[in-house]
Nanobody, 122 residues
Framework: QVQLVESGGGLVQAGGSSRLSCAASGRPFSSYVMAWFRQAPGKEREFVTAITSSGGSRYYAESVKGRFTISRDNAKNTVDLQMNSLKPEDTAVYYC???????????????WGQGAQVTVSS
């Protein structure tokens, strides 16, 4: 079992920045691929970015490439999402997830956090 707790986010103006953090507890954090998904009102939960267990590889959705950066600290059991140049369409609940493989679909991830709201005002 892995427990994930997101923090950060909130209200930010378009063009601004925000940072999310996800703290993990339970089974060895360093063995998991970590990902961020998001879900806007009335829409499906979508993949944002993921990072391999070692942190050596990252993958981003096209919509956030060049603006968002995922990072992890296996010593602190945390994974962060730095979001820059935010747009109103980035408004969503952001979820941290842990899984065994770097995939872009939800069912590849076994553990999920409760979500953190990010609202970007225009």
């Amino acid at each position: 079992q892995v427990q994930l707790v997101e923090s950060g986010g909130g209200l930010v103006q378009a063009g601004g920045s925000s940072r999310l953090s996800c703290a993990a507890s339970g089974r060895p954090f360093s063995s998991y691929v970590m990902a961020w998904f998001r879900q806007a009102p009335g829409k499906e939960r979508e993949f944002v970015t993921a990072i391999t267990s070692s942190g050596g590889s990252r993958y981003y959705a096209e919509s956030v490439k060049g603006r968002f950066t995922i990072s992890r600290d296996n010593a602190k059991n945390t994974v962060d999402l730095q979001m820059n140049s935010l747009k109103p369409e980035d408004t969503a609940v952001y979820y941290c997830a842990a899984g065994g493989r770097l995939e872009t679909f939800k069912r590849a991830y076994d553990y999920w956090g409760q979500g953190a709201q990010v609202t970007v005002s225009s």
